[in-house]
C-alpha cells in the first residue's frame, strides 16, 4: 500500500456520534470542534442491538482497524492499520455461523458480506468492535463506519459519512479511538 505522509494531528481519543433533530437515520458525527453530517440506521438507534434490526447501537466502542478499496482509493493518510479490500474479502453476517462477525475469505457459503463492494459504500470502511472482541450470536454483526449514500440514505446500523468527511476525520483515527454513539 503506497500510503501518504501522515501528518501530526492533535489526538482524539473519542468520536462522538450523536441524533440529529428530527430524522432518526440522521446524525450528528463530532470530531473535537469539527462537525460532519450522518446516516445511521434506518431504525434509528437502540440499546438492545439485534441482527438485521436496522438500529445503530447506543454504545462506546473501539476502533479496530479498517478496509479501503486500492482501486478507487490510493493513499490513506492515517496511523489506523488498514488492509486493501480484495474480490474475495467478505463479512460474515450468520449468527449461526462459528465465522460470525468475523472476516472471511470467498469462496463461502453463509451469509456474506461483500466489502469490495461496486455502489462505493466500502471504498473506505472502519471496523468498530461491535460484536467483535466479545461475540454473542444474533447481537449484530459488521457495525461500521463508512462512506454515504447518495441523499444521506440510511444505513443498516453503521456510521456513513460523505467520503470528503470520511478523508478528514481519517488522519486523526487511530487503533482504540473511541466511536461514542449517543
Known amino acids: 500500500m503506497s ?3 501522515v501528518k501530526q494531528h492533535k489526538r ?8 440529529a433533530p428530527l430524522k432518526i437515520s440522521r446524525a450528528i458525527v463530532q470530531l473535537g470542534h469539527l462537525t460532519f453530517p450522518a446516516a445511521i440506521g434506518r431504525s434509528g438507534r437502540t ?7 436496522g438500529k445503530s447501537p447506543i454504545s462506546t466502542t473501539r476502533l479496530l482497524h479498517g478496509f479501503y478499496r486500492g482501486d478507487r482509493i490510493p493513499g490513506i493518510a492515517t496511523t489506523l492499520p488498514m488492509q ?7 463479512w460474515c453476517d450468520a449468527p449461526g ?4 462477525n468475523r472476516l472471511v475469505t470467498a469462496p463461502f457459503a453463509s451469509s456474506h ?32 463506519m463508512h462512506m454515504i449514500r447518495p441523499g444521506y440514505e440510511p444505513t443498516a446500523g ?5 467520503p ?19
Open 3 to 5: 500510503k501518504q505522509p
Open 12 to 19: 482524539v481519543s473519542t468520536l462522538m456520534v450523536r441524533p
Open 47 to 53: 440499546v438492545l442491538k439485534r441482527e438485521g434490526d
Open 84 to 90: 486493501r479490500t480484495r474480490q474475495s474479502t467478505l
Open 97 to 100: 455461523d462459528a465465522n460470525y
Open 113 to 144: 458480506e461483500e466489502m469490495m463492494r461496486k455502489d462505493g459504500l466500502y471504498d473506505v470502511c472502519l471496523v468498530l468492535d461491535w460484536n467483535i472482541t466479545s461475540r454473542s450470536r444474533n447481537r449484530g454483526s459488521a457495525i461500521f
Open 158 to 162: 453503521c456510521v456513513a459519512l460523505h
Open 164 to 182: 470528503r468527511d470520511m478523508l478528514r476525520i481519517l488522519p486523526h483515527m487511530r487503533k482504540g479511538t473511541k466511536i461514542r454513539i449517543l
